[in-house]
């Protein structure tokens, strides 16, 4: 009985078609490259969207009231994970050059895109509470309310962390003298 409902949920959403369309895929993508998941990773994360959703109907659960919001919330908490266990890969790198001589450091090549560089480098450095309300802002142009409600907390909270990691990205861009 158990196994039968478990291919009932799967099955049902399979045949109605990919739980995502292409407009809420390119969201997805959107939020999960500004979020800072490099581009050999967004097929993985849309298909982790992709998966939580099914998950989601498989379990009986209703659907989201407004799947793409949902769906950029999902991807906004990947690329925060993303960070995290970046974050930690680099410390262990860290610890483990600190135990041999240091190498020549190649210099940087050209910067082509100078503004967009110092834009993802800002981003990289906000907190993660910040840059995720950012991202779902002004990227997958959510309002403060949807956010609000997607992540559980009150508006002014999205509202003050939105005004926080503008101000900081702002300061970062003219400190950089890129604008």
Known sequence: MLR??????PQAYAAAGDPLDAAQERRVRAVLALGGVPQADLPDGVQQVRLRLLERAASGREAPRDVSAWA????SNL?????RAKRRQERLGERLAALRPPDHVPGEGEDTRLLSLAVAQGLDELPDVQRQVLVLRFY?????RSIAEELGVPE???K??????????????HEDEVV
């Open 4 to 9: 039968r409902r478990a291919r009932r949920g």
């Open 72 to 75: 950029a919330v999902v991807a």
């Open 79 to 83: 690329a925060m994970d993303w960070h």
């Open 140 to 144: 997958a142009d959510l309002p403060v």
């Open 156 to 158: 002014g909270t999205v």
């Open 160 to 173: 003050s962390r939105l005004h926080t990691a503008v101000r900081a990205l702002r300061a970062r861009l």
